[in-house]
Each structure stands twice: as C-alpha cells, then as structure tokens.
C-alpha cells in the first residue's frame, strides 16, 4: 500500500508554519496589516511601537524556523499554544476594538490551540 503524500503530522505542521510565517512576516515586518502595530502601540506604547511590531514579527518568523527544524516538537508546540494564548488574552484585554472578529478572535485563538494540541497528540512520547 502506498503512504499518503503527507501525514496528517505533517499538514498540520505546514498550516502552523503558514499561520506564523504570514502573521510574522506579511502582517508585521512588511506591515501589510497596520492593525498589528495599532495593537502593539496601544498595549505597549506608541514610542517604540514600530519597533517593538518588528521584533515580535521576526520572533514568529524564528517560531516558523524552529516547527520546520523538527527540534524539540511537543516543547515547540507548547510554546505555540502559550504564546497565542497570552497574546490573544492580552488583546482581547486592552486592544478589542482593533481585533479582526474583536471578541471572536478568542474563539479562533482557542481553536488553533486545541489544533496545536491535538498535533502533540500525533507525535511518539519524546521528552518535552
């Protein structure tokens, strides 16, 4: 019998790297999406907003390398719900009216975290 193209395993990985890699690069570094530098300036401040919207957009850039490395994939994947967990608390805290769905953004955050658990689920026991 011949194996699928991709796992499962792996499509789920390919969406998580599409998923950091646009809101990173395009939304944030490019600045395709404005919105995102609104919310950083409104909860950390306006003086280094610009800044600060670069470094968090280069930090999902270095999480895209790290899921594609392979190293270290449940404390990867971990890392990845904690992450959008406490961003997505702190917008929907500070910066609502400037989320994409406002207060539905927690639905979709809480989707995507359970789609990153359900993919530690998939992977053999490793030590985080």
């Not at 890699?21 to 404005?34: A, D, E, Q, S, T």
């Not at 917008?91 to 530690?120: R, T």
Request: glycine share 8%; hydrophobic share 55%.
């Amino acid at each position: 019998m011949m194996r699928p193209f991709l796992s499962l395993t792996d499509l789920l990985r390919y969406f998580f790297v599409l998923v950091w890699i646009v809101n990173g690069l395009f939304c944030k570094v490019l600045n395709f999406v404005p919105r995102h530098q609104l919310i950083v300036e409104r909860i950390l401040g306006s003086e280094y907003g610009f800044v600060l919207t670069k470094m968090i957009g280069v930090s999902e850039i270095l999480m895209t390398i790290w899921i594609l490395s392979g190293i270290r994939q449940r404390l990867c994947l971990f890392m990845q719900i904690g992450v959008v967990g406490l961003m997505n608390i702190i917008e929907f805290s500070l910066a609502p009216d400037l989320l994409l769905f406002g207060k539905l953004n927690l639905l979709f955050a809480g989707c995507f975290m359970m789609l990153v658990y359900f993919q530690i689920s998939l992977l053999p026991s490793d030590p985080i």
